[in-house]
């Protein structure tokens, strides 16, 4: 199909745009000399120059060539070398799937309920149901997420100490040293705190979009068409209104997915979770251009892969898009 | 009452709380309706007529607080819930809405929501309702229905949705149609086809329609009886024939008589109506019309009138009801001005030639690198003039090219194609100062008094603001502001008041006001009156005429509304897509019509006259306006032509392939092979 080709070339097109210029603000930005300077004993220039150059990131060579060797190796799937001298894939795929792990069930729990609470909340305008969710979530959307993580932090070990054995953990993935069914359930409460702290903001968020585009939806014409034909207020929210109102989530859904593997940085670290987001914190500190790098070319796949899912999903759902 | 009614509204009122008080928006009115007949409602915004007709169906918003009774087949509609009412919604009550555009659910195809009508009260396979649905298209006269079912609806014009509106209100064959400005959002061309198609409905179904209008012209046409309403109540209520050759009540005798019509060859000052309707917040104590009506006595502030018994078959709410004929026969009410007819200017001076005036957008495509692949010509090579002291006006349906060709005149830059002369100088010729000099002479009045006043600003700073430019000194800035609202019909006492203040109406005026501080010698007028009620639109009409005898001044105006343009104007040019196809002085233009669009446009145009306008014949076109991006070849109006239809092989050829050029025929300027003549 001649949309979904044309589509695909220009995901491709902005995925080299956007690597491009993060490769190079990165490789500008960053100063990975810094890491050795002022070390006890100091570290000689050659030394350094070496061990740089081993890294493909000695500020010595000129930029560009700096970013065709790094450009020649992404081509053949390798991401290089960490400023540790370890490999940059290694890194990348211990970390994906923590990060995954987190983010799928976060973000896909926060959606779901995000957009069930802004359609009851539209049909139930200024009701108690729409006002409580209301205030919530400005409250939640107000509050900086490390607070929101914290907090959770507290109360779980409240619950804890009253309940009297350890129901939730607040640091790692799961305890070390068990198997088996075990091993499950013990991932599964260090899981719920992260994936709380993501869900709680997923869902103020989108609960408010969702009321405000179905509100919109509710009042308007062919709605009541779809009442004059005779269908009861709620045969036509379902039949007619649902569809129309959670059509532009899809594409909002898929963005905010892509952007938030950057964006939980702060849920990882404080929870213990070595996800992309904490590695992205900690690269920067280590002045890490490659790292960097690999995880923009990461985030710009991921964002503008859930784009082009978002719209070819989009285009299924309406037909107005279809074949322009 | 020895016929039986479909449907009986009993003292309905409605109200809903606001915070600046309850509004009363229908005030104990009471109808009756009957089996096959065509009911107008007619009444200006805000009268209630949309309430009335969204409680007959039962679709109020939450809000509503209702009494009274709306019985259909002795059941009371009002007391029953949303899910045993929507049993007849669709079924025996069916409604047709104002905008085609946003009433169909646009991620569902035409057939599968005709079809849904058709299954919520039937028992029949999904198949079969897919199968009646395109039938009813077909019924609705939309080409290839039994492919079109499966189209969506922005695939469909706004002409061809409301076709799909009407067939989905047939679907069920339904004892009521409501139709609640069923043509108002559209193009008088298409208009005509979609009213007469409304008359058609109710003959295959046999069912009552209730055609809720503010356009006297469309009832005319098509209703039997008519019902008046002004500030929540009906006022006057009868057949139709009647009620418009001997109205009783002093709003609709002054409503039917400030209407200018298409086929009045003489001008004459439209009867105008002072103020403007009441706020359904704050209504007068007695009548509701008292603080507008001519024949208003102290007794009319005592009681509200109820809507009585009147010459048999009508009825009328009116406290001085049997006083009312003595009154207009006596002359004392409305009484018709004295024509002075415009100004018999001798100069034939041209203050402005526009001659082969192109304007073309680019057609873009593409998502990232976005490249032209053509042109679309908006205006193409029009030439027209304006002479002093006369009024230009330029008429056409939305799309035509009409304010494209205001905005190029009013850039005063050389144009992509052709010339345009402004006070004898080329604008391709002129200086920064000479531009700056020739904007003070040409100011622009848009159609929508509310968006171009900044609601901040007390209106006297508003009509100073144009003056401030041309540094005008203070002192003078004021007695020029007040004599300005004395001339537009103002208390130069309210210049420190704010637009919020004022009515539509008032707001016109004030706009027409500010674009006169300066004394322009040409007014470029962009459809003035069609954002303004009924019963003001003859003020600023009379208005409008006024300034021209007074000032001198000379129009450009552009309208899609012929009888406006009948009324005000003395010369002509019709469009159709980007050029003109006739023009000349319009007496003649409208008395004959040359070109074969010219006279199917008189023709769409309803005649607010029951008589006339149900005995003439009418030519209703087929199809909608083609787009300009894929403009017909040849003649751009072949392909809906009627003249064309009719004549051999040969000419018909001609007018697929050869464009016309204009010529004069029998003193007008047309392009057509084969003009029409007297
Ligand atoms: N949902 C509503 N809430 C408050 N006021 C309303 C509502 N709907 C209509 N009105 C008011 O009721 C009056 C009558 O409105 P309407 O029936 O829409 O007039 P029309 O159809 O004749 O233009 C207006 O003053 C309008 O502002
Ligand atoms: S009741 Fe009085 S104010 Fe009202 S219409 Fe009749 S004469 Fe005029
Ligand atoms: S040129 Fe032919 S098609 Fe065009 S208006 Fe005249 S008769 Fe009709
Ligand atoms: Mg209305």
Not at chain 1, 216 to 240: E, I, P
Request: proline fraction near 5%.
């Amino acid at each position: 199909m001649g949309f979904i080709a044309k589509r695909f070339a220009n995901f491709l097109l902005l995925v080299i745009i956007a690597t491009t210029a993060g490769y190079l603000l990165a490789a500008s930005a960053l100063n990975p000399r810094e890491n050795f300077l002022g070390r006890n004993p100091p570290v000689p220039e050659n030394t350094i120059n070496s061990i740089l150059t081993q890294v493909n990131m000695n500020d010595q060579d000129p930029v560009l060539q700096r970013y065709g060797t790094w450009v020649g190796g992404v081509v053949k799937g390798d991401l290089g070398k960490t400023i540790f001298s370890e490999s940059v894939n290694e890194e990348f795929k211990n970390r994906i799937w923590v990060s995954f792990r987190l983010l799928i069930l976060g973000s896909i729990l926060g959606a779901v309920f995000g957009v069930l609470i802004g359609v009851i909340s539209a049909v139930r305008q200024y009701k108690f149901f729409d006002r409580t969710f209301g205030y919530s979530s400005y409250i939640i959307l107000s509050t900086p997420v490390f607070l929101i993580a914290i907090l959770l932090k507290f109360f779980a070990v409240f619950i804890n100490e009253k309940l009297g054995f350890t129901l939730f953990y607040t640091v790692g993935l799961n305890t070390p040293e068990i198997s088996g069914f075990e091993l499950f359930v013990n991932s599964l409460q260090h899981m719920i705190l992260p994936t709380l702290s993501l869900t709680l903001g997923g869902i103020a968020f989108y609960s408010r979009w969702q009321r405000n585009s179905m509100l919109d939806v509710l009042g308007s014409d062919h709605l009541r068409t779809a009442r004059a034909k005779g269908l009861t207020k709620r045969q036509a929210l379902f039949k007619h209104g649902l569809r129309v109102a959670v059509l532009p989530m899809a594409t909002f859904f898929a963005y905010s997915f892509g952007l938030l593997i950057a964006g939980a940085a702060f849920t990882e670290s404080i929870f213990g979770w070595y996800g992309m987001g904490e590695w992205f914190i900690r690269a920067v500190n280590t002045n890490d251009i490659n790292s960097v790098s690999a995880i923009v070319l990461f985030t710009a796949i991921l964002v503008l892969f859930a784009g082009f899912l978002a719209d070819v999903l989009t285009a299924a759902l309406d037909p107005r898009v279809r074949i322009r | 009452m020895k016929k039986t009614l479909v449907l009986q509204i009993k003292s309905l009122s409605v109200t809903f709380p606001s915070e600046s008080g309850t509004v009363n928006a229908v005030r104990n009115v009471s109808l009756d309706i009957f089996p096959g007949e065509v009911l107008g409602v007619v009444g200006e915004s805000g009268s209630g007529k949309s309430v009335l007709s969204l409680s007959t169906i039962g679709l109020l918003p939450n809000s509503a607080r209702v009494s009274g009774e709306i019985l259909l087949d002795g059941k009371n509609l009002l007391q029953l819930s949303d899910q045993e009412m929507s049993k007849h919604r669709g079924r025996d009550i069916a409604m047709v809405f104002q905008d085609p555009l946003s009433a169909l659910n646009p991620v569902q195809t035409i057939g599968h929501q005709i079809a849904e009508a058709l299954l919520i009260h039937q028992e029949i396979s999904y198949d079969d309702a897919l199968k009646r649905a395109g039938e009813l298209l077909d019924e609705m006269r939309i080409p290839r229905p039994f492919e079109r079912v499966k189209s969506y609806p922005h695939e469909f014009s706004g002409g061809m949705r409301q076709r799909v509106m009407i067939a989905l209100a047939i679907a069920n064959a339904p004892k009521i149609i409501l139709a609640d400005e069923p043509s108002t959002a559209l193009d008088v061309t298409v208009q005509a086809q979609v009213l007469e198609l409304l008359k058609r409905a109710s003959q295959l179904t046999g069912a009552a329609v209730v055609l809720v209008t503010h356009d006297m012209g469309v009832v005319a046409g098509l209703a039997d009886r008519i019902a008046i309403m002004y500030a929540g109540k009906i006022v006057e209520e009868g057949p139709i024939e009647k009620v418009f050759e001997n109205p009783a009540m002093p709003y609709t005798i002054g409503l039917i008589r400030s209407i200018p019509r298409v086929d009045e060859s003489e001008k004459r000052r439209l009867v105008s109506i002072a103020g403007s309707p009441p706020s359904p917040v704050a209504l007068p104590p007695g009548c509701a019309f008292a603080p507008r009506c001519p024949a208003y006595t102290e007794i009319c502030d005592s009681k509200v009138p109820d809507l009585e018994a009147f010459e048999g078959d009508r009825s009328v709410a009116c406290l001085r009801k049997d006083e009312i004929a003595g009154l207009v026969s006596a002359g004392r009410l409305y009484p018709t001005e004295v024509t002075k007819g415009h100004v018999k200017s001798t100069s034939d001076v041209k203050l402005l030639e526009v001659s082969n005036l192109s304007k073309s957008f680019p057609l873009l495509k593409g998502n990232v690198f976005r490249r032209r692949v053509g042109s679309v010509y908006a205006v193409d090579k029009i030439s027209f003039t304006l002479e002093q002291g006369k009024c230009l006006a330029i008429v056409g349906e939305s799309g035509c090219g009409k304010t494209t060709t205001l905005l190029e005149v009013m850039n005063l830059v050389a144009p992509e194609n052709g010339r345009i002369v402004v006070f004898g100088k080329n604008v391709s010729e002129l200086s920064k100062s000479e531009r700056l000099a020739i904007r003070k002479d040409l100011q622009i009045v848009f159609q929508d008094p509310f968006a171009s006043l900044d609601p901040r600003l007390p209106i006297g700073e508003a009509i100073m603001e144009p003056m401030e430019v041309f540094s005008v000194s203070k002192s003078e800035q004021l007695t020029r502001m007040q004599e300005l609202l004395e001339l537009v019909g103002l208390n130069p006492a309210h210049a420190n008041r704010f637009p919020s203040e004022f009515s539509g109406g008032q707001r016109q005026r004030i706009v027409i006001a500010r674009a006169l501080a300066l004394n322009p010698k040409i007014l470029i007028l962009d459809e003035p009156v069609s954002a303004l009620d009924v019963s003001v639109r003859a003020g600023v009409l009379n208005l409008l005429a006024e300034l021209q005898e007074k000032l001198g001044i000379s129009y450009l105006f552009v309208s899609h509304d012929l009888a406006v343009v009948q009324h005000v104007a003395d010369y002509v040019a019709v469009m159709y897509l980007g050029s003109i196809v006739e023009s000349g002085a319009v007496a003649q233009v409208f008395n004959s019509p040359h070109h074969p669009y010219t006279k199917a446009l008189l023709s769409a145009v309803p005649i607010p006259d029951p008589k006339v306008e149900k005995s003439r014949e009418r030519i209703i076109l087929e199809g909608e306006l083609p787009s300009p991006i894929n403009p017909p070849s040849g003649c751009r109006f072949h392909n809906r032509c009627f003249v064309t239809k009719a004549r051999s092989e040969t000419d018909q050829a001609k007018c697929a392939s050869e464009r016309p050029e204009l010529r004069i025929v029998e003193g007008a300027e047309v392009s057509c092979h084969f003009p029409l003549l007297k």
